[in-house]
C-alpha cells in the first residue's frame, strides 16, 4: 500500500485559512485589550483629577468661611456693639456666596446675633449643632437636617425635605462681661451643601459620573444628584475593607478603588482627603458605563476582525473541501484496486484451503478450473485434468456424465449426485458433487460446482445406526423395567421387561404420556419429579409406590436420568425402576422383631429390678440372724464357722443385689445425675484408704500417680466413687497375692482428665475386650476362679457415658490388663460459668 502523506493540499489550504483568521483575531483581541486598559487607565486619571479639584474647591471654601469666623471673633471678643456686629455679619454671608447664615449664639443656645433675621433670637439646644470646640479654635459639625437655626428652636423643629440641611462651621470664644475669663459664646457659619453639590455637578460635567464631601464616618455632607443617597445618610459600606474611607483613616491621601461607593453598583472612582480637616472628596464613574464604551471599541474594531476571519474560513473551507473532493476521488481509486487485489488474494486463498473440490466446466462436463483440493487428494498437478471430462475424475461415474446429458442448454437447473473416488493408497472415498448453472453473456452455459467429502459423515452415520442398535440391544435386554421418555413426557421406547411388570403393550403406550395409565396421586407424583430433573438436568433417585391394574400394592424404586441434546439441554428422561416390595417387608419383620426385643429387654430389666428389691428384705434378716448366731457361738467353734460361711454368702448375696438394682437404676434413670465440679484426686485417695484392708488382706501394693495440679470434673461425686471403686475392686479380684495395682490420673492435652487402673492378672482375651463391658459377662480367664456377678464393668461403662466419658479395656505387656476411663475436663472459667 502506497503510503499516504499527511501533509495533503487540503489539509495545508484549511490549515493555513485557520492559521490567518486565528491571527486575525488574536490580534483584534489583543487591541481590544489594550484598549479596555487604556480606557480605564485614562478614565483613573480623570477622577483622579477631578477629586483634586473638588478637594480644593471644598477646602478653600472651608478656608474661606473659617478665616470670616476668625475675624467676626476678634470684633465680637472686644465688645464691639450689636449692631456694629450684626452689620457684620450680614456682610460676610453676603460676600460668601456658599453659606446659608451666620450668627452668634451664647452658652445656652440663645441667638445673640444673626445675618438672617429669621435666626435673630431663636432658642436652640446648643448639642444640636455639635460638639463645641475650644475657646479660640474651630470644628466642623455634622450634616444638620434644618434650613436654618430658626429651624432647630421651639419645642417642634420644622420639618424639611430629606437631603435638606447645612454644614455647620463651629469658631468658639468669650465675650467681655463681668467673669474674669469672659461669657462662653460660639460663632457658627452655615454652610450649603447645594452650593457645594452645584460646583461638584458642574465640575463632572457627565452625567453618569457621581460625587460626595463625606466625612471620615461615612456621613454624606454634600452630593450630586447621580448619586443613590442623599447629602446626611451614613453609608458604613465606605468604611469596609478596600473601601476610600477605610483607606483615608489607614492614611492614604488620595487613590483609586473598585467596587461599590456612592452607588450600590460596582464602580472605578477616586478619593481626595482634605487638608487639615476628617473630610473627603469622593469621585466615581460606573464600571458598567466604561463596559459599554468599550464593547463601542468592541463593535467598531471586533466585529469587522471576525467578518474578516469568518470570510477567511469559508474561503479556505471552500478550497480545501475542493481538494478534498480531489483527493476522495484519487483515494477511492487507489482503494478500489487494492480491493481487487486483496479479493483475488483471498479467492486463490480459499480456493487453497477448501478441503473441497471446487472446479468449473463447460456444457459438456469437460473441466476448464479446479482448485487445489484436488492436488491434495490425486497426488497429481492440477493441470493434468484440465479439459478432461469430470466424470473420469470419479473413475468414470455414469452418474456424474449423466448430470451433464440429462439437461438442455435451455433447461439447465443445480443437479446434485453421489460418487466414489479411489485415491492413490486404494481408499475409496465418497463424494457429494453439486452442480449450478453459469450462464455467460451471449448465453453459452458453464457448470461450477463443488465435491464434498462425505466419506466421515457417511462412517458416522453407520456408527451413530450401530450405537442406536447397541442401546436399543441394552433396553430389550435390562432384566429391570426400563422407559425413555422425551420433553413432552412422552414415551419414545419401553423394553420387554417394562411390558412383563406394567401388563401394557409396547404399541399401545408408545407416544402416549408417561404414568397415564397410574392413579391420579401417583402420576402427579412422578409427573412433578419429572418436570423438576427436567429442569435442572442430571440424576434422581426416590421410592414411591405403585398399584398394579388387579390391586396389588408393589413398593419401587424408582431411578431416572437426562439425555441431552445438540446444545447440552435435557431433551428426555430415561427411567428404571426396580421393585424392592419384599425387601421393605423384611425391614418391617426386622423393626417389628427389633422392638419386641426391646420390650422384652425393658421386662427383664423390670424384672431383675422387682425381684432384687423383693430379696434384699430376706437377706437383711439372714444376715442379721447369721451375725447374732456367730456372736452366741463363740464357744462351739464348728458352729460359729457355719453362722459365718452363711453371713458371708448373704453378703455376697446382697452385693449382687445391690449390683442389680444400680444397672437397673442407670438404666431407667431412676436416679439420675446431679453433676457438681469436684476435683478427682480426693476421691483417688480416698478410695485408696477404704480398700486398704482388702489390699492388705492379699498382700498387694496400690501405687498412686495423681497430677499435682487439679484434676477437675463435672461430675455426681457418690456415682464416680462407685465407678473408680469397681475399677480397683476389680482389679484387686484378679491381681495375684503379693502383685501390684498402679492408680494413675492425670489431665491429657485436649484438657480431658484420664484415669487408668492397671493390675499384673491374667488379662483378658482380645477377642472379649468390648464383651466384658456387657452386663453379667465376665472373661474366660477368670469367670470359673474368681467369682463375681458380671456387673461390675458394666456398671462402669454406664456410669461413664452418662457423664460423657467412655471406658475400655486393653492387655499390658508383659501380662496383666489396663482399664482406662475418660471424662471430660472442666477448665477454670466453665468452672465458673457453671458455678
Known amino acids: 500500500m502506497p503510503h499516504r502523506s499527511r501533509w495533503r493540499p487540503s489539509i495545508i489550504t484549511a490549515g493555513a485559512g485557520v492559521l490567518l483568521a486565528a ?450 440391544s441394552l433396553l430389550a435386554s435390562s432384566p429391570l423395567p426400563m422407559s425413555v421418555l422425551d420433553r413432552d413426557n412422552r414415551y419414545l421406547d419401553v423394553n420387554r421387561a417394562w411390558e412383563q411388570f406394567t401388563g401394557r403393550r409396547r404399541h399401545d403406550v408408545l407416544g402416549r404420556r408417561a404414568a397415564s395409565y397410574l392413579r391420579p396421586d401417583e402420576a402427579a407424583v412422578h409427573d412433578t419429579r419429572d418436570a423438576e430433573l427436567l429442569a435442572r438436568g442430571g440424576e434422581m433417585n426416590y421410592e414411591t409406590v405403585w398399584h398394579g391394574s388387579e390391586g396389588q400394592r408393589r413398593d419401587l424404586f424408582v431411578s431416572k436420568a437426562t439425555f441431552p441434546d445438540a446444545q447440552g439441554r435435557p431433551m428426555g428422561v430415561v427411567v428404571c425402576f426396580m421393585d424392592i416390595s419384599e425387601f421393605r417387608e423384611a425391614e418391617r419383620a426386622t423393626r417389628a422383631a427389633r422392638d419386641a426385643a426391646l420390650q422384652a429387654s425393658r421386662a427383664k430389666s423390670d424384672f431383675i429390678a422387682n425381684v432384687s428389691h423383693e430379696l434384699r428384705t430376706p437377706l437383711q434378716s439372714i444376715l442379721g440372724f447369721a451375725e447374732i448366731g456367730a456372736l452366741r457361738a463363740r464357744e462351739q467353734p464348728r ?44 476421691l483417688a485417695a480416698e478410695l485408696a484408704r477404704e480398700l486398704a484392708p482388702l489390699l492388705a488382706a492379699r498382700q498387694l501394693t496400690l501405687d498412686t500417680a495423681l497430677s499435682d495440679t487439679p484434676l477437675r470434673v463435672q461430675a455426681d461425686p457418690p456415682r464416680l466413687q462407685q465407678l473408680l471403686r469397681n475399677l480397683l475392686a476389680n482389679a484387686i479380684r484378679f491381681s495375684p497375692e503379693g502383685g501390684r495395682i498402679e492408680l494413675s490420673a492425670r489431665q491429657d492435652d485436649g484438657g480431658a482428665v484420664r484415669v487408668e487402673v492397671a493390675d499384673r492378672g491374667p488379662g483378658i482375651p482380645p477377642d472379649e475386650l468390648e464383651s466384658v463391658f456387657e452386663a453379667f459377662v465376665q472373661s474366660s480367664l477368670t469367670k470359673n476362679a474368681a467369682g463375681g456377678t458380671g456387673l461390675g464393668l458394666a456398671i462402669c461403662r454406664r456410669i461413664a457415658h452418662a457423664h460423657g466419658g467412655r471406658v475400655w479395656a486393653a492387655n499390658r505387656d508383659g501380662g496383666g490388663a489396663v482399664i482406662s476411663l475418660v471424662l471430660p475436663g472442666v477448665w477454670p472459667d466453665d468452672a465458673a460459668a457453671t458455678t
Open 23 to 472: 491571527t486575525l483575531l488574536a490580534g483584534t483581541a489583543y487591541s481590544l485589550w489594550r484598549e479596555r486598559r487604556e480606557l480605564t487607565a485614562e478614565t483613573a486619571v480623570r477622577q483622579a483629577l477631578l477629586a483634586r479639584v473638588l478637594e480644593d474647591h471644598a477646602s478653600r471654601s472651608l478656608d474661606a468661611a473659617q478665616l470670616a469666623l476668625v475675624g467676626l471673633a476678634d470684633v465680637a471678643a472686644r465688645g464691639a456693639p450689636p449692631e456694629v456686629l450684626q452689620a457684620l455679619l450680614g456682610q460676610t454671608q453676603a460676600s460668601l456666596g456658599f453659606l446659608r447664615g451666620v450668627a452668634l449664639l451664647d452658652e445656652t443656645g440663645h441667638v445673640l446675633a444673626a445675618a438672617d433675621p429669621a435666626d435673630r433670637g431663636a432658642q436652640i439646644d446648643p448639642g444640636a449643632l455639635g460638639r463645641w470646640p475650644a475657646a479660640g479654635r474651630d470644628a466642623v459639625g455634622g450634616f444638620v437636617a434644618a434650613r436654618s437655626l430658626a429651624g432647630l428652636g421651639g419645642t417642634a423643629p420644622a420639618v424639611v425635605p430629606p437631603g435638606v440641611g447645612f454644614i455647620p462651621l463651629l469658631r468658639a470664644l468669650r465675650l467681655p462681661g463681668q467673669v474674669a475669663q469672659g461669657r462662653p459664646a460660639l460663632l457658627v457659619a452655615l454652610l450649603n451643601p447645594d452650593a457645594l453639590a452645584n460646583f461638584q455637578q458642574l465640575t463632572l460635567n457627565d452625567a453618569r459620573a457621581a460625587a460626595a464631601l463625606v466625612s471620615l464616618d461615612g456621613q454624606l455632607f454634600a452630593v450630586t444628584d447621580r448619586a443613590d443617597h442623599l447629602a446626611g445618610d451614613r453609608l458604613p459600606g465606605l468604611l469596609t475593607r478596600g473601601a476610600p474611607l477605610a483607606s483615608v483613616r489607614a492614611g492614604s491621601e488620595h487613590g483609586r478603588w473598585e467596587g461599590p461607593g456612592l452607588r450600590d453598583a460596582p464602580q472605578l472612582g477616586a478619593y481626595r482627603a482634605l487638608r487639615a480637616r476628617p473630610l473627603a472628596v469622593l469621585v466615581e464613574l460606573p464600571l458598567a458605563e466604561l463596559r459599554s464604551q468599550w464593547l463601542v471599541a468592541v463593535r467598531d474594531l471586533g466585529l469587522p476582525a471576525v467578518g474578516i476571519a469568518a470570510a477567511l474560513l469559508v474561503l479556505s473551507g471552500v478550497g480545501a473541501a475542493a481538494l478534498r473532493g480531489r483527493e476522495r476521488s484519487v483515494s477511492q481509486l487507489d482503494l478500489a484496486q487494492r480491493q481487487v487485489a486483496e479479493r483475488e488474494r483471498e479467492l486463490s486463498a480459499i480456493f487453497g484451503s477448501v478441503q473441497d473440490l471446487l472446479f468449473r466446466t463447460d456444457a459438456a462436463g469437460r473441466v476448464t478450473f479446479i482448485n487445489e483440493g484436488y492436488a491434495r487428494l490425486s497426488g497429481h498437478a492440477v493441470a493434468r485434468v484440465l479439459g478432461r471430462p469430470l466424470h473420469e475424475l470419479f473413475g468414470g461415474s455414469e452418474r456424474v456424465a449423466a448430470l451433464f446429458d440429462s439437461c438442455g442448454a435451455d433447461e439447465a437447473l443445480s443437479q446434485q449426485v453421489r460418487a466414489d473416488w479411489i485415491a492413490p493408497d486404494g481408499q475409496a472415498l465418497s463424494f457429494e458433487i453439486h452442480l449450478v448453472p453459469l450462464r455467460r453473456s451471449g448465453g453459452a452455459l458453464e457448470w461450477v460446482g463443488s465435491a464434498a467429502d462425505v466419506s466421515s459423515l457417511m462412517r458416522a452415520q453407520a456408527d451413530l445406526r450401530a450405537q442406536l442398535g447397541l442401546a436399543r
Open 639 to 682: 458352729l460359729g464357722e457355719l453362722f459365718t460361711d452363711v453371713h458371708r454368702a448373704g453378703q455376697r448375696m446382697l452385693s449382687l443385689v445391690n449390683d442389680l438394682l444400680d444397672l437397673s437404676k442407670i438404666e431407667h434413670g431412676a436416679e439420675p445425675i446431679q453433676p457438681e465440679r469436684v476435683d478427682l484426686r480426693p
